[in-house]
């Protein structure tokens, strides 16, 4: 395998953590989810096969240790995933990966509209620090937005909605936060990985990304460039009546929380999600 490498500012360590940073929960059956200071990630068990599991995002910068203790100690020394599949490439769900792919010969998977950013050809728009939600929409200046180059071991998911590994679920495409944006569904318990299509923090403001307060929100302000496709997005997942759901920030939620919660984002998504000012908002018109 070739080594692949990371540029420096997609590798440096960004001290920003929770409460729940370093934790991990089994929220519906083979279904882990690991808190890696502000973000989650998933290990997801394919029923049927046993020690047979998929890597799902993968963290901040510099979490390469950190995640592979934790999988080690989940399934064993030496485990090694099936493969890893990214929601999306924004540098808090792709931190770790970089490191990973050095140790684990695996493939990844992300939808064809994401694959510009893992392999080098297209940059994220900027972060933008100037829209409305508190300290770190303003701190967003230091999160970069530069793609990464995975070169040959990124490949698209396939066009049938199957995910590769993992029989029991399919993804949905969920644009918005970015282009090629995906969540997993794994429809015999209408379990969800949501990704950063909504989350169940406001990840705009320090304090609630410390404590980890529970608070249903649309996709992180500062990173969200379509606020429209953003709310068609969450509409689709809420039509799927998910019964569990872990988002790529914010507590797992589940039931009647779930359910009250996501009806009421699907409905006020202009008033609870999108922003009042900002540099993604002029210019996007609002219709329903
Ligand atoms: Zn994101
Ligand atoms: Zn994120």
Redesign the pocket.
């Known amino acids: 395998m070739d080594h692949v490498e990371g540029s420096a500012s997609t590798n440096k360590y960004i001290p920003v953590s929770s409460v729940t940073s370093g934790e991990g929960k089994e929220v519906a059956p083979g279904l882990y989810c690991y808190t890696n200071q502000i973000v989650n990630l998933c290990f997801v068990e394919d029923q049927k096969s046993k020690n047979s599991w998929v890597l799902v995002d993968a963290g901040m910068p510099d979490s390469t240790e950190k995640i592979i203790a934790e999988a080690e100690e989940r399934f064993g020394k030496e485990t090694v995933p099936k493969a890893i599949i990214l929601t ?1 490439a ?1 540098f808090d ?1 792709i931190g770790g990966i970089i490191g990973l792919l050095n140790r684990w010969d695996v493939p990844v998977y992300a939808h064809s509209l994401e694959l510009p950013y893992v392999t080098g050809k297209k940059d994220y728009p900027k972060p933008d620090p100037s829209v409305e939600g508190g300290m770190v929409a303003r701190m967003s200046f230091l999160f970069p937005n530069e793609a990464i180059n995975l070169d040959k071991q990124v490949h698209p998911l396939p066009e049938d909605g199957s995910v590769p590994e993992l029989p029991e679920w399919r993804w949905v495409h969920t644009p918005g ?1 970015t282009e090629g944006h995906i969540s997993l569904f794994r429809e015999a318990d209408q379990a969800l990985i949501a990704g ?1 299509a909504f989350i169940t923090v406001k990840q705009e403001d320090l304090y609630s990304v410390i404590t980890q307060h529970l608070e249903i929100s649309g996709p ?1 302000r500062y ?1 969200t460039p379509d606020w429209m496709e953003a709310w068609k997005s969450v509409k689709k997942l809420h039509s799927l009546n998910p019964h569990t759901a872990v988002t ?1 920030h914010g507590r797992p939620v589940s039931r009647e929380w779930l359910d009250e919660n996501l009806t009421k984002l699907a409905r006020e998504f202009d008033r609870i999600a999108i922003p009042d000012y900002g540099k993604y908002v002029e210019g996007n018109q609002l219709e329903q």
């Open positions: 999306h924004h769900h936060h950063d992180p990173f790529g």
